[in-house]
């Protein structure tokens, strides 16, 4: 009897082992099959940016894409503006440039930061694109603040510098703007006006930029 007892209490220490074990593998934990789905829904409103933005330039670009590619990245900005009176205004900010539309346009956004003269930030935005039958970077600058838009065109200029002209801005007016001493990490642009047909320029802003992290590889 002891040697049957001790068989018994063995075979049933043993099929309590096997419902344990049963309940873990199936029956009281979800297999990784019927666990639940915890990765988030994509934010419909984000639909829009998640297209409009690219990795990198079109292979129909070919080199035409180094020119303004060196732009692309986070900049931090240091904005100095001359108002009408000739005083210098200096305010602080970012420029975000990155490749959208398939990598056949670059996308520019420019922001101010809130200062002493303004509780709230400023943006605008510039979308530019390479025309084939000019060979040159035509953009289109807006400011939904006060609702206006303008039109630049141009591409490289001297001293490897990008430059871009418009007549829109101001009536009467042409202005350039200009990126100038382009090195991987810094960079400096121009804002020039004439008023006599291009003879003489006046300098409206200059904003120093420098480099937010390494430089993109594309």
């Known amino acids: 009897m002891r040697g049957s007892t001790l068989a018994q209490w063995f075979l049933g220490l043993f099929l309590v082992a096997v419902g344990l074990a049963s309940l873990s593998l199936g029956g009281g934990v979800a297999t990784a099959a019927e666990q639940p ?10 639909a829009m940016i998640t297209e409009l933005r690219a990795a990198g330039p079109s292979a129909s670009l070919g080199d035409h894409a180094d020119l303004l590619g060196r732009l692309i990245g986070t900049w931090d900005v240091q904005y100095m503006d001359i108002s009408k009176s000739g005083k210098a205004i ?3 900010g970012q420029l975000l440039v990155g490749w959208v539309m398939d990598g056949r346009a670059i996308q520019d956004l420019w922001i101010v ?4 003269s303004s509780k709230d ?8 694109y390479f025309d084939p039958k000019s060979g ?4 289109v600058f807006i400011d939904p603040q006060i609702a206006s838009i303008a039109t630049f065109t141009g591409g490289a200029g001297a001293d490897d510098r990008i430059v871009l002209e418009s007549q829109d801005l101001v009536p009467g007016q042409i202005r350039r703007w200009s ?4 090195r991987p990490d810094s960079l ?3 804002d020039d006006a004439s008023s006599d047909g ?4 006046a300098r409206k802003s200059e904003y120093h930029m420098k480099r937010r992290g390494s430089v993109p590889q594309s």
């Open 198 to 201: 291009g003879k003489t320029w």
């Open 113 to 116: 930061n809130p200062s002493d």
């Open 90 to 92: 200096y305010r602080t």
């Open 37 to 46: 789905d915890h990765t988030p829904t994509p934010d419909p409103r984000f």
């Open 179 to 182: 990126f100038n001493d382009i």
């Open 188 to 190: 400096v642009f121009r």
């Open 136 to 139: 040159t970077w035509p953009a």
């Open 121 to 128: 930030r400023e943006v605008y935005a510039d979308v530019r």
